[in-house]
């Protein structure tokens, strides 16, 4: 419950349209608690003219059937319909101002924790199931909005209802009422236990909802390579364990709830016939009249509702409560890389020179250093190359300049300055990225290459298409650029996909280019043309290239060979040659390689 007072100040942003839901829902109720009223005042006149019958020895049909009883059942009976015509419409407007706000609160709350999203580091979706964070931004969001809409208008039903008719019922006999009210104190004892129960166990429930929809977002993802090893049936049966485990949780909680409704019914009816029982009495001592007893059970009847909610309210609140927690406890998350003061910065556009001094780095939770007292400087518009074997930090170095991290040790300077201090927006817009998982949209192969500008135009798309050597593919298919590609690119093949990524850098026309062995599924030929087709875009921009393969790298300014964490070698292809190091030996044995493979 403490999480969820801290979301409070939604109903003070919203403060106009809940007060006017909230007096609807009070106005309604009073319409609703006028029937019984109108019916027991119609009972008790009835009653009058039937004992007047009695007393002018008239019958007691010529009573019932006189213009006086025919006017007053004519006047009574518009009156209920009136009264239950504006419960109707004042329930609506209910609905309509705090169903209505809850949405809008449930939009601004979505958007937050999206925009949060966006801005936690890489470090924390590497520590956390994606499947987790998606049931976070959706499920949980929705449990949320609970508290400020069912939650919120039930809570305010009871508590509207319940004193208007207990006031009225006082009023009348605050004996009768006592008997009418004496079960309902120990439904309130059950509640309260029930309300801890579901506390527990919807947090239980919400954690493993998490765990199946990463088992399904998982398996979608690698869908190609579960059939390819023929393991659909191993996956389907990991998929139905964890469903197992979420159904036994659930079944457990239905119990709980199974039993709460019928021991309310219970409760109601011994509530009924109590009233019976002392109001009979009562009648019979000329201390209540009969039109009370039938306007008592009604009261008893429309408490069933408030009494009901309270449980319902009560396991709404708890699971929201569950599920603020959880959203909590993404929002408490730092934002590791985030801008210093940078309102005194005017620059837009960088050159794109790039220096390392002294830098260090080491994931979180990791107790090894992925890098250790890397320094270089590239002047801007030169290319620049990181070799190494695989696991040796090549790409964690690069995923440095854009700041998916930052230094652990150390210090970087973009044009000379301290890159914490330009703005992440200005440093990454000067960024062509091409990460080593290519990632493509399920959209149309337009918008993945234009997904990095504004304002694109076909002109723009087909130049970047054309320079990443992916145009003539393009053009093959029947929409070509308006072409809609499956998940994650499905549709392309690796070295598509991978030109595709290239040619979304390259329409931005970045300071700085990133190619993280961007190049690695296509083959040496294709290879070759594209880097030809790069060299004029090479000329005028920093180019950072990783790769495994000394033909990607060979014409490089600069050269840097990485190997655990460090750099062991630099300079030109030629001056790394001459020393017969590190490099010299991976340029033999890929030459070696080449030499078999074409035998």
Known sequence: MRELLKLNHYFYKYKGTILLGVLFLIFANGFLVWIPVLIRQTIDAIEELTEAGFAT??????????????????????????????????????????????????????????????????????????????????????????????????????????????TIMLLVNPKLTMWALLPLPFLSLFAYWVSGFIHVRSNEIQEQYANVAGRAQEAFSSIRLIKAYAREDYESDRFKNESQVYKTKKLRLDIVESLFHPLLSLMIGLSVVLVLWQGGLMVIEGIVTIGNIAEFIIHVTYLTWPVASLGYTINLIQRSAASQIRIAKMMAEADEISDSDTTNFKIDKLKGEIEFKNVSFRYPDSKEYALKNISFRIKSGESA?????????????IQLIPRLFDPTEGEIYVDGINYKEIPLTVLRQNIGFVPQDTFLFSSTIGDNISFGIKNPTYEKIHEAAEQAQVLDNILEFEKKFDTVLGERGITLSGGQKQRTSIARALIRKPAILILDDSLSAVDTKTEDAILNHLK????????????????????????????????????????????NGYYANMHKKQLLEKELADL
């Open 57 to 166: 020895t008239d019958s007691v049909w010529q009573a019932l059937t006189s213009p006086e009883a025919g006017s007053l059942l004519a006047m009574n009976s518009f009156y209920l319909i009136l009264a239950a015509l504006m419960y109707g419409v004042l329930l609506f407007a209910t609905r309509q101002t705090l169903i209505v706000t809850s949405r809008r609160i449930e939009f601004d709350i979505r958007n937050e924790i999206y925009d949060k999203l966006q801005r936690l580091p890489q470090s924390y979706f590497a520590r956390n199931n994606t499947g987790d964070i998606y049931v976070r931004a959706t499920e949980d969001i929705v449990r949320v909005r609970e508290y400020f809409g069912p939650a919120f208008m039930y809570m305010t039903q009871t508590i509207a209802r319940s004193g208007i008719i207990i």
């Open 385 to 397: 190359a990181f070799v190494g074997r695989t696991g040796s930090g090549k790409t964690t170095l």
């Open 536 to 579: 004029s875009e090479m000329e005028h921009r920093t180019t950072l290239t990783v790769s495994h393969r000394i033909s990607s790298v060979i014409n490089a300014d600069k050269i840097f060979v990485i190997d655990d964490g460090q750099i062991v070698e630099s300079g030109n292809h030629e001056s790394l040659i001459n020393k």
